[in-house]
Every structure is written in C-alpha cells, then in structure tokens.
C-alpha cells in the first residue's frame, strides 16, 4: 500500500473528480492536560468560564473552514456542520470535533484541524496561569461515508464490542 | 494570579502598546507516533522522505505566520523567523518549530501552532497507510525575551541540572 | 422560537448536510451619509469617481466571498454571483449587494457582509475629506429560495401592496 | 482637499514611508437595532447572552486584524490592542471597538471595521428570531496620533463642551 | 463580443447560477530562465533540488485553492485535484499546473494561479544566487469543459494537426 | 555562493532577527500581450478601461500585503506602500509595481507578486475576447536598501549608461 499523496515521487493531492458526493462525517479530540490552579480557575468561576470554552470552541469551527489553507494537499470543501465541544473533565480539557459535508472527499483533516486549533486556543486562554499545559493527543475517533470504509479508533471498537 | 486575557469577564486581546520591542524567541514542539508500517515506507524510501518532511515543514512554516488569523485573541505579528524541523525517532515523527521577532509579544503560540499544524500535516501525508496516527504531545519547550522572564520546560531543565 | 444558533447554550452552526440544495438569492443594501463637500467631489469629477465605485463594489465581491471566514458560524460557501452596484444619491452613497448561489443555506450574510464591507471602503475613500461619515443603515431587502420562505423588508412589501 | 487616495486618477494607498511611528488610537462604534422578542431572548436568557456577546466580540476582534485584507486600500498593520465591547441597551445591541497600535497611520479603518462585523455578527446570531434586524449606525467616535490631528465626533465634542 | 466581466461599464463577476455542474479541466503552464550558475546548483545538487521543486509545487497547489481571494472577479471554488509539476529543461524552470473541478464555472484561472505563484516561489528559493531571473510566459495550454468549448494553445494545436 | 534558502539540505526562511531596520524599495514589472481585438476594446472604450486597469490596479495591491502567504519562505511584513500602475502599450498590457517598507528584510517578491496577480487579473478581465494572452515577462527592475546592495536589471543599466 503506496500512500496516496506519493505519486511518482512528488507531493500532490488526491483527484477526487471522478469520486460521487456522498455525505462524510468524521470525530476527533484534542485533549489540553491543565494545572490544578488552572483547572480550579476554570471550573469554579462561572463567569470566565463560558468563554474559555466559547473562544476554544469558535477557533476550532473557523480553523475547520479553513482546512484547505492549512493543510497543503487538503482540498477545500464547503463543510455543512461543524461543531466543536469542550469541556473540563479532572485536569483535562476535552475537546470533540465533528464535521459534516456532502462532497467528494472526507472530513478526517477538517475534524483534526478543528480540535488541534481548539486546543492551541485553550493553551493561549490560559498560558498566563500555567505554562506546563500539554496537547496530550490529537486523534481521530470515527469516521463514515466514502469508498474507504468507516473507521472507528481501536478504543471506540473495544467499547462496541462490550 | 488572574488569566490576563480573562478582564472584565469577557475575552479580550492583551493591550501591548506600553510595552518596548524586543527581541523574543520560543520553541515549541509536537510529535506523532505513527505504525511500524508508515515508519518503515517514511524511513527507506529516500525518494518520499524528502516530500513528508518538507510538506510538514511548510506547512508549520507558514502557520505560524498566521496565527494572529487562527487564535482568536493572538495578536498579529510579523516574524524575523520561523524554523520547522522534521525527523522520525524510532515510531514518532518529531517536530521542533522555532520562532524569532522583534516585537512587543511573545511568540509561543506562533511556535506551537507550526508544529501543531506540521503535526496534522504529517498526518494528511501518511493517513491512507495508517489510520491510527496520534499527535502524542504538543508542547512549549523554551522561550526567551519579554518581561514574564525566560521558560524552559521541567524535563529541559532536569538536564540543564545534570 | 429559539435562535437556531444557540442549541444548547453553546454557539454552533446549523447542520445543513439534510437540506436539499437550491437556488438562493439575496439582496442588501448598506448607505453611507457624506458631507457636501465630499458628495461634490464624488459628482463632478468624472475621472476619481470610477474609482471610488469600482473599489467599493469590488471590496464587497472579495468579502462576500471570504463570509465564512468573517462570520464564525457562518458556512463557506462557493458562491454563483456577487454583484455589487453603488451609486451616489444627493448626500447617500447607496450600495446594493446581491448574491446567489446553489447550495444548502441561504446567502443573507453574504450580501450584508458585502455591503456593509463596501461601505466601509467608501469610508476609507473618503476619510481625508469627510472625517465624519456615517453608515447609517446596513440591512436585507429581499431574500428567496430555501425552507423558511422569501423575505422582503416591510418597506419593499408596502411598495409591492401599491 | 483632494482625497488623499485620488493621486494621478488611479487608486492607491497612501505612502507613509517619512511617517514617523507613534501610538494611534481610534475608537468607534456600531448600533445594531433588534425586535423586542429578541430583544427579551438576548436580555433573559443568561446561559445563551454569553454567547452572542462573545461571538460578536470575536468577530470584531478577528476582523480587525485582517482589516488590510478587507479594505483594498489600507494597510496592513500589526495591532498592538483590539478591544470590542458589547451590550444590549433596550432594544439596541451597541458595540464598541477600540483600536491601538504603534506605526506610521492610524487605525480607523481597523476599529470600523471591527465594529461592522461584529454587528454584522449579532445580525448572524439573531437572525432566525428577527430577519428585519437593521445596522444603524456605524461611525468614528474618536482618534488621536498622527499628523492630522485628534478627531471627536460632534456629539462628543458637545458632550466636552458642557 | 463584449468583455463578459464589462456589463453595464462596472466590473462584476459573471453570474452562473444557471449553468448546470460539469467537469472543467485546465492547463497552463510558466517558465522561468534562470542564469547557468543557478541551473547548476539546481541540477547537480540533488539534496537541494527536492526542496526547490517541492517548495514550488506546494505554493502553486496552495494558490490554486485560494484563487478567488486573489483574482477579484473569480468565483471561489472547491477544486476536485490540482497538480503542480516542475522540472528543469537546460536555463529554464518549466512549471505545469493542472487544475480539475466539478462545478458551474471554468478553471482557467486556477490554473494560471497555480502556475505563476509556483514561478514567484521559484524566483524566491534561487534570488540570493541569481537576482536577474525572469518568468518568461504564464499561459494556458488546455482547457475543456463547459459551454465555450474546449482550447488549446496555438502550438498545441499545430502538433496535433502533424 | 550557496542559495540562503537552502541551508542544512531543508527549506527554511532567512532568519533576518539580527538586521536593522531600514526603508526597502522594489519596483517589478509584468507584462500581458493582447490581441488586436482586445487592445481596441481597452483603448477605444473609455467607460470600460477605468474598470480593466483599476481592477488590476487593486488585485496587486492586495495581493503585495499577502506576499508572505503565497510564497511559502518570504516574511509576513507591514508594507508602508504599494503602487500598481498599469497602462496599454499597443498590443501589452504594461504593470509596474512597486513597494516600499521599512523592515528587516526586502521586498523583491511582494513587488513581483503585486506585478504578476495584477497581470493574472488582466487576463481574468479580458479571457472571453482573448483566449491567447499569454504574461510574457514578469521580472525585478530595481531595488534598494538592505545589505545586498542595490540592484537594477540590465537594460536599466544601460540607460543609465547613455
């Protein structure tokens, strides 16, 4: 199996003009590891707390858009949902993205893209109380629509098979 | 100690127009552990190589020159220079971005947003060989100027002890 | 009636990959007060006042364009037209923008970001001579096509029942 | 006067090349005027009024930093500070954006342009609960720095006077 | 025959919310001579040469995608492949971009984008070496698709009449 | 003399943190011949020639302020001035560009880039009466300040020399 951007030595996209438009969906995390004083501060205090996860949760769906700028051999696509969610679980902010489109191609960069920039936000919101936070990973979770098949990430399959 | 971009309860840029220019400096790192099968194709094969490293590198490269676009209350900076540099060690691609300006701001988030978005650019690269690709760690590692002193990472300064 | 925008206390965009696609059309106007002294420099010198109209017009192409990027939980769309007419009306520089496309949302937001961006353009035309311009109105006159009906702003629907 | 833009019949952008750098400062505002059913929704319902506050905040702020990009003839600037501000006073959203930034012209366009699309953001935010929403004012209220003087919209200067 | 973007002595873009989707394909190609001093170093060094062809591509792929922003009249488009191919031939960089879509307008453009930005980057990676570099010729070779009938370039043409 | 782009066998931008600061000039040209038919449309139809040329006029300048996004290794930068001046010499469309700023590091390719999309423009404009115009050269005709001393082409030379 050859990676598909590899053709004959070079970097290039993938032609996808011979592909039908099927709907795509595609989730991925970002996980944010915080300090417990941050973790405190984000949790305890009501009023600051909508916008950590407002502005975490707005980077991530304008990054989504913008996929195709960021990532050189994406293509650009018109995304019909985007949603980012973020939440404070122990020391950990968890951030899901999901992406839906109805295109030629699928969605995992934008979900990945969309919770990497969530994350590198909530990092920004919050580097002036602690200067240690981690990305922990960055990862998809599932996948659907298209030629190649649904992914489900190994845990997730775990989990089904309960 | 208050989040400072967290006055008034409701997000805003950090006002940095008292503050002199000088010179600022950050490195940040990201890394993704990929299966021995990428690993192998990303490692023997010398005429691909060379296109994932300077696809990534690229990419991070010129994220980082907009960041100010990405995370939201980022300012807006122009960079005296950004370095992206790309190896694999072992199962893990290894990413180090450095940043250089002249300015009133420091440039973690420039660091960290090229190599994360390196980090998913490599994953665009080598994602139909492996699907199960993580961006393990993202991280600030050092950083130097600006009047919140200098920041060198716990395990950068364990060594720096030895 | 809840703002479609505000599922669940947190800002995301509307899932639009179930609506069919269709033809949709909208129509904005955005109007800027001049000084006298401005509007007759705009007037009666035939040679600067193609300028003004033409970087009005064109600026409001290039942002209805970018809208998806502007307006964070709007979609990005390819769009089918943009048409941005402007004109000077005694001491009213009057902007029309109008937008189609065939897609699954409507292009409202495209046409108010065109003109309200057109509008600011004329403003910076114009701010070495007239320091005090005022957009004055920024508004949808008409829209049609997709599942909530046509719209046309009461003043238009009062001159349709003549 | 002639239009500073208007040298030679063609547009261009200004040269401030022999411009010294000083602090600029520019403040203006935008009134977006809603139903009085959104109106109470925005009013009532704290978990959602975060929301609105932050997005169109967000927007302001993102835009204004792209203002070079937007208004064909600006600059492109490094903004040392954007502050928007956002509030609902009867049945009119006002917001507030406040520009500052250390180069050789000033920053106008920048805060005009934050204020117009944050408004063009409530607009986004409320639209499925009132469609006749209407921008009613957009405008410079204050300026200081450079070479042209201080500038204070007549009803601040009034207000001054008493 | 009128200049399709000169309706009504204002520029606009054409509108094509009539045409039906179909598959557009386009081909243009630039060249650029360089000096025999840099043509060595490009040839003989084949660490470097992968960067500079690299580098090439990858800002002709990249502008491709974001044609609309940069062409005022352009519609912005989600494009199905584009393909940036760059070799050297004696003194002179030879670039072809090659651009499909599936979609309601040509992609002509795209493709001459791609080409003449791969050629500026070209002209960046080697202007340390030779500062007198020239693009020689931006021009589309092939174009089919859509309703005004398929093209090819004068020379193109004679070779298929042999 | 190896090319400063290339330094440990990767691409990587000019770190430029050490230079002073000092007022950077470039001036490019492009040019874009015409067929017969598509010369007397822009020179015969004065309506319709303010358009072409204001068109491209401002297409290069906005596309000089985003240098730094097209080519992959040049510095994001505030420019103090951008000028296209474009002009019909019998059968080609002539640009000239020219930038000035006060930085780090120069400004050769955002005159090239201003020069080159103005001339993408030109052909955007007049693509439906001429499918055979081809940009015939876009080169670097001066350029001064910063360390590498100035540079003129060399026909210019030799103008200086009579």
Redesign the interface.
Known sequence: ??????AD?????????HKPES?RRALAEARVRVSP??AA?IQSQS??K??L???A???G???A??T??????????????????VELRDLTVVIEAEV?????TGV??EA??AA??A???V???????D??????????LE?SGGQHGD?R??DRREEDAK
């Open positions: 199996k050859r990676p598909s951007h590899w030595g070079r970097a290039n996209m993938v032609n996808v003009s709907l004083e941050l501060i009023l600051f909508g916008d996860f407002t502005v949760s707005l980077a769906i304008q990054a858009k913008r195709g700028e960021l990532i050189p051999l994406c293509h650009n696509l018109p995304l019909d949902w985007v949603d980012v969610r839906h489109t109805t295109g030629r995992e960069m990945l893209t990497a920039v994350a590198l936000a990092i920004d919101m919050g580097k002036s109380v200067r240690g936070m981690v990305i922990e990973s960055v990862r998809l996948k992914y990430a190994p």
